[in-house]
């Protein structure tokens, strides 16, 4: 969700401080899980919103290419057929799709990646961000439309 490995693990040890310090909070509405991820995914959107206020404040644009998507550029495909042009077109899909990801908001981005990416259910989805499946569903739908806006231009 952060897009690069540093800051995940810094953002898991920070989620499970914050859980050892809340656990007396835990009142059982949910599952000990989705409450777990809801200290996550509530920290992930702070230090996304921060790191935006910070990237505005500075002036300095940051490569969109982050996270695990730089993992696609090292690795050639050894699968049976692979060839350097197919190699060469699936980083550069990888690479859109990335740089696409990066325009929509942190709750979109957030959103689609636990659907897509994590396969949570969308009434779950909701219960980590504390609001509705249907506002969930919402959020998915126009992230959905901006990412598909944002690669027309690539096709298959």
């Known amino acids: 969700m952060l897009g690069d490995e540093a800051d995940a693990e810094d953002a898991t040890q920070e989620t499970l401080l914050l859980a050892v310090r809340s656990l007396s909070r835990f009142d059982g509405r949910s599952s000990f899980g989705t409450w777990i991820y809801r200290i996550a995914t509530n920290l992930c959107l702070d230090l996304l919103r921060k790191r935006q206020v910070r990237k505005e404040d500075s002036g300095i644009t940051t490569d969109s290419e982050g996270g695990t998507y730089d993992l696609l550029d090292q690795v050639a495909d050894q699968r049976p057929g692979?060839?350097?042009?197919?190699?060469?077109?699936?980083?550069?899909?990888?690479?859109?799709?990335?740089?696409?990801?990066?325009?929509?908001?942190?709750?979109?981005?957030?959103?689609?990646?636990?659907?897509?990416?994590?396969?949570?259910?969308l009434r779950t989805i909701g219960e980590i961000l504390n609001t509705t499946e249907e506002t969930a569903k919402n959020t998915l739908f126009r992230g959905t439309?901006?990412?598909?806006?944002?690669?027309?231009s690539v096709k298959g």
């Open 145 to 152: 439309q901006k990412l598909r806006a944002a690669l027309k």
């Open 82 to 121: 692979a060839s350097p042009e197919r190699d060469l077109m699936r980083r550069e899909l990888a690479a859109n799709i990335a740089k696409a990801l990066q325009k929509l908001t942190p709750r979109e981005r957030m959103v689609f990646e636990m659907k897509h990416y994590q396969g949570l259910k």
